[in-house]
Every structure is written in C-alpha cells, then in structure tokens.
C-alpha cells in the first residue's frame, strides 16, 4: 500500500489551514508541538462539569494550533484553565491524580466504536459524523438535517 509522499502531506495540511482561515480559525502547523493529550483531556472532563467545556476547548485548541504552546505541560494546562476561569488549585488536584481517566477512557472507547481514527471528528445526534476539516457548508446540511428529524 502505498502512503502519501511529503508534498501531498504539505498540500492537505495547507488546504485545513485554508479552511479554518476561511472559517475564522487560525491553524497553523508550523507551530504545533507534539503532545500527549490526556491530561488536558481530563481536566476538560472538569471543566465539562463547570458548563466551562467549551471555553477551555477552544482556549486548548487555540494554545496548540494557534500558539505553539505544549498542551501536555503541566503549567500551561493550569495556566490555561485559569484564562477561562476555572480555579487552579483544583486543577492541580486533578493532575496530581487519576480522577477523570476514566471518563477519557470511555471517550476514546466510544470513539473508536464510532470509526474515529483521526482528529477532527465530529458526531451529530448519534447518527451523523463529519471526519477531518470540511467546508463550513457541510455542518450546515447535517446541522439543518438535525433540526428538520428533530422537528
């Protein structure tokens, strides 16, 4: 089987940050860092239960994609969690701890069960999923499909 070679890999890499230029999100991979994720994938299991999940996503995502920042560095995951409010002093609990490995467990169980197999991914009421970046057009259908059986 045969893989892509270097410079198809740089052309679908610029065509997501085409994309999420577009769609007022800044990707850029020339900044990104390596990293291991669940950590940070905990403390969004906190934050979910705060009703902070989607502050501290995009403040995650803009970290990494945007600014280079280390997201599996303990500082920068309490420094993080801070801009959106969250207190320190119980994320530090969490890291100093297993609390919530579970709930990621489950997410990761759940995805692959789903056919998850690269980020980003998608899923629209347990019945639609989008994989990879698309065009904004393509969540409007599925969004509008949603709402129409939901109706």
Same mark, same amino acid.
């Given at each position: ?12 890499? @610029? ?9 007022? &999100? ?9 990293? !291991? ?5 905990? &403390?969004? @299991? ?32 309490? *420094? ?22 579970? !709930? ?11 056919? &998850? ?16 970046? @698309?065009?904004?057009?393509?969540? *409007? ?11």
């Amino acid at each position: 089987m045969k893989g892509i070679s270097r410079e198809e890999s740089k052309t679908m890499l @610029q065509g997501v940050m085409d994309m999420g230029q577009a769609s007022g &999100v800044d990707i850029n991979y020339n900044v990104v860092k390596n990293a !291991n994720t669940k950590d940070a994938h905990r &403390v969004l @299991q906190y934050a979910k239960e705060l009703g902070k999940d989607s502050e501290y996503f995009e403040r995650l995502y803009k970290a990494h994609f945007s600014e280079g920042q280390v997201i599996s560095d303990r500082e920068t995951i309490i *420094s993080l969690a801070g801009d959106v409010g969250i207190d320190s002093t119980k994320v530090v609990k969490v890291l100093d701890s297993n609390e919530y490995d579970e !709930n990621v467990n489950q997410d990761v169980y759940e995805s692959r069960l789903a056919g &998850v197999s690269s980020v980003p991914f998608f899923v629209f009421d347990n019945k639609y999923s989008v994989s990879g970046a @698309q065009p904004v057009e393509l969540f *409007s259908e599925i969004l509008d499909k949603v709402w129409e059986e939901e109706m």
